[in-house]
């Protein structure tokens, strides 16, 4: 079984009963609730602070960072009620992020963007955190509005600690026109589950030969019709495995490498993508036959 740690998607928030923010955290939970932390960035952070000391300045609550980076809250005893004065502390992780919560309700932007006048430009911002992990959609927004967009984008790839470098993309669709669709297949009803990890819109195509090793790879390409008008049908591999590319060799043993040298000559040559741990059977593949993966890159890391 293909194993990759389970996903933590970044969340939008406010501060329940405020137009504060929004802003993008990560939780340290699959389920966590309203007053539990949420992992910011330092950037984040410093935008929460700053919200603080505008809009409730009179609340009785400040914040500020230290030289170490630590932010501590501190408010007054007319604040804390029956709990009195206080202050609480919180330290950046390896990644510099704070887990901060417990001193407020955090809502969910989508529980309250419909109860609370929110400006364009923070839904604009709203709208590039949501979908960080899908196609850049900046393009369709007015000037202005579309550098909101792309920050809230980056801050949710930020706290997640999701790459946003470039990831390969060999297939010129101007001159090999592909289109990738995910739908069922009449031998096998439904395609496998991504293992946790892994997002369906991350998926691209490439040639087997720039496949990289930590690639997911999620289906092959079988190719017929003519050579002048050449047809191709996806087929889902049977459970997606992590690429560890390695040159072919007629020589190898397994009855798959003997298959392939059985067939005829591939005139770009052959490439095992992986070898099998159980069955000690290669994925021998064309080299320029595509390959439909989701980058090492873009396979979500979480915390454990």
Known sequence: MTTIPAPLDARLVT????????????????LAA????????????EQI????????????????????????????????????AGAESFRPDAHGRYAIG???????????????????GQCAFAEGALQYRQA??????????????????EEANRVSLRPC??????????????????RS?????????????ADRAAARVVFARDVRPGDLIIASFAHWGTTSAPSARSFYVREPYVADPAPWSPDCACSECGIAAFLL????????????????????WNTDEPALIIPAALLLPVSP
């Open 165 to 182: 470098g470039p990831v390969p993309f060999d297939i010129d669709p101007c001159h090999t026109p592909l289109r990738v669709t995910f």
């Open 185 to 197: 297949d009449v031998r096998r009803p439904e395609p496998p589950a991504l293992p946790a990890g």
């Open 265 to 284: 000559p591939a005139p770009a040559g052959r490439i095992v993508l992986a070898r099998n741990a159980d069955d000690g059977l290669c994925e021998v």
């Open 34 to 45: 309203p007053s539990e932390p949420l992992l910011f960035t330092r950037a984040t952070a």
């Open 15 to 30: 501060v329940e009963g405020s137009a504060y923010g929004p802003y993008v955290g990560l939780p340290l939970s699959p």
């Open 49 to 84: 602070v700053k919200d603080l000391h505008t809009y409730d300045a009179e609340c009785g609550m400040t914040a500020a960072f230290a030289n170490d980076g630590t932010l501590t809250f501190t408010w007054t005893a007319e604040y804390g009620g029956r709990f009195g």
């Open 136 to 153: 850049d959609g900046s393009a369709s927004l007015p000037e202005g509005l579309d550098a909101l967009y792309a920050r809230g984008r």
């Open 102 to 120: 417990g001193l407020w309700m955090w809502c969910r932007w989508e529980d309250c963007v419909s109860e609370v006048p929110f400006t364009a």
